[in-house]
């Protein structure tokens, strides 16, 4: 019984963590040498037709510029990579069964007042990343992040946030950041 007490919270934490967490994925042309790529430009057309508000935008374009000026890329009018993104978002509905009993015989006790069913609804944005070849005009990477969204009351979370999104999806770029000492 003891035991089961002890490992309730961490079972809670670890739920907790897992759902709070960002998915990440990528795909790239296996064919390209992306050691050749040593200067970078935001594309425009693309960027301007993401449906999210221009504030967002930027927080999301600084991470990004940020994370390829650490790899030693330089931010240049002609490009050997363009850098588009894509954004999404729908609800989703998770249901759990919070039904923890304790206790021994035929008369279990009920953990608490809300114990049974529990409905979370929420939103799930989705950030795509795309590196185009500039002189091929062709796809050479993508990095795809899906993670919970929250209606932060602090900018500084929101910030935050975001950053957590591009950092995870670049971790995914053949190219690394040099390790600091």
Request: proline fraction near 3%.
């Amino acid at each position: 019984m003891k035991t089961l007490k002890l490992l309730l919270p961490i079972l809670g934490i670890f739920l907790f963590s897992a759902c709070s967490s960002i998915k990440v994925a990528t795909d790239y042309d296996t064919a390209t040498d992306f050691t050749q790529y040593k200067t970078f430009a935001f594309y425009k057309k693309g960027i301007d037709k993401v449906e999210i508000s221009d504030l967002d935008k930027r927080r999301i374009l600084k991470g990004i510029e940020a994370e390829l000026i650490a790899r030693g890329y330089t931010k240049s009018e002609n490009p050997d990579i363009l850098v588009s993104i894509f954004a999404k978002s729908r609800q989703k509905v998770n249901v759990y069964n919070d039904n923890f009993m304790y206790g021994y015989g035929w008369y279990p006790y009920y953990y608490g007042p809300n114990s049974g069913v529990r409905v979370d609804q929420y939103t799930e944005g989705t950030l795509f990343i795309d590196f185009i070849d500039a002189e091929k005009k062709q796809l050479a990477w993508q990095g795809i992040g899906s993670g919970a969204l929250n209606n932060y009351k602090s900018v500084e979370k929101k910030e935050a946030k975001i950053r957590q999104f591009v950092e995870e999806i670049m971790e995914l770029y053949p190219i690394q950041k040099p390790e600091t000492k």
